[in-house]
C-alpha cells in the first residue's frame, strides 16, 4: 500500500485542522510557520511526523500524537513556544534530533518506553520541571537537555548506558542525581553549571567519566554537599 502523504495546503492563519484518516504520514514542512494554528487532530493512521512538520508553530498548545505513530523526526515540533505538554505514546521507537527544541513553554513531557536514545538537542531550552528516562533509552545524546533551566528532578533508570557531553548542562536548579549501574559513560561537561547540584550518586562499578563532569566550582563545598562514588575502573577526569 502506498504511503499516504499530508501536506497542509490552507491558511496560514487556520487555527485548527483534523487531519483526514487514512494518512500515514505528516510530510515534511507541512504545518511550518502556521503561527496561529493552536490545536491539530491527527489519526491513528499516521506512523510518522516529518521533518520540520510543526516547526515554527508558535500558538500550538494542543496536540495528541496517537500510538500509531513510530517515528518523530528532527525538528518537528521546534519553536511550538505555546505547547505546555505532550505525551510520546509508547508506539514511537525513534525520535529525531531537535524535535522539541525550544519549545519555551514546555514544562511536562511522557517519553515512550520504546525509544533507544534521546537525541541531541531534543528537549534544550524547554522548561521541564521534571523527566522520566526509560530503562530502554540506552543513551542520552549531548545537549539533550541542555539549558532546562527549571529542571528540578531527573530519573535515569537502570538501563541508560550512556550520557552524552552536556546532556544536562545548565540546568541550575537540579539540586541531586542518581547515575544508575547501567551506565558506563559520563560525557565531558554533562553536567556543566549545574549551581544547584548537591548530591551525585554513582552507583556503577566501571565507569568513564569525562572532563568536568560534575565541575564543584559550579557550587560552594558546603558540608552537605557530597559527590558519592562507588569504587569504579577506568578512565575519570571529572573535577570531583
Known amino acids: 500500500m502506498s504511503e499516504q502523504i499530508y501536506d497542509f495546503k490552507g491558511d496560514k492563519s487556520t ?4 487531519v483526514p484518516n487514512g494518512f500515514t504520514q505528516i510530510s515534511a514542512l507541512g504545518f511550518v510557520d502556521c ?18 512538520a510543526f516547526l515554527n508553530c508558535s500558538s500550538l498548545t494542543n496536540v495528541t500524537i496517537p500510538n500509531s505513530v ?13 505547547l505546555q505538554s505532550i505525551t510520546i505514546p509508547d508506539s514511537v521507537t ?26 541531541a538537542w531534543c528537549f534544550a531550552l524547554c522548561p ?5 528516562i526509560p530503562k530502554n533509552v ?43 549501574k ?23 562499578c566501571c565507569i568513564t567519566i569525562g572532563f568536568e563532569a560534575f565541575p564543584l566550582k559550579c557550587f560552594p563545598c558546603k558540608s552537605n554537599e557530597k559527590i558519592y562514588l562507588s569504587a569504579r575502573c577506568g578512565r575519570h577526569r571529572c573535577c570531583l
Open 15 to 18: 487555527e485548527e485542522v483534523n
Open 35 to 52: 503561527s496561529s494554528l493552536t490545536s491539530v487532530t491527527i489519526p491513528n493512521t499516521v506512523t510518522r511526523i516529518g521533518e520540520c
Open 70 to 82: 513510530v517515528e518523530i523526526c528532527l525538528q518537528a515540533f521546534r519553536y511550538c513556544s505555546s
Open 94 to 119: 525513534k525520535i529525531g534530533s531537535s524535535a522539541f527544541n525550544d519549545c519555551t513553554s514546555l514544562s511536562s513531557v511522557s517519553l515512550s518506553k520504546n525509544i533507544k536514545k534521546i537525541p
Open 128 to 132: 521541564l520541571t521534571s523527566v522520566i
Open 138 to 180: 540506552q543513551k542520552i545524546c549531548k545537549y539533550a537537555f541542555l539549558n532546562c533551566s527549571s529542571l528540578k528532578s531527573v530519573t535515569i533508570q537502570n538501563g541508560v548506558k550512556e550520557i552524552g557531553s552536556s546532556a544536562f548542562a545548565n540546568c541550575d536548579k537540579l539540586t541531586s542525581v542518581v547515575i544508575p
Open 182 to 204: 547501567s551506565v558506563a559513560k559520563i560525557g565531558d561537561l554533562a553536567f556543566w553549571c549545574c549551581s544547584s547540584l548537591a548530591n551525585v550518586t554513582i552507583q556503577g
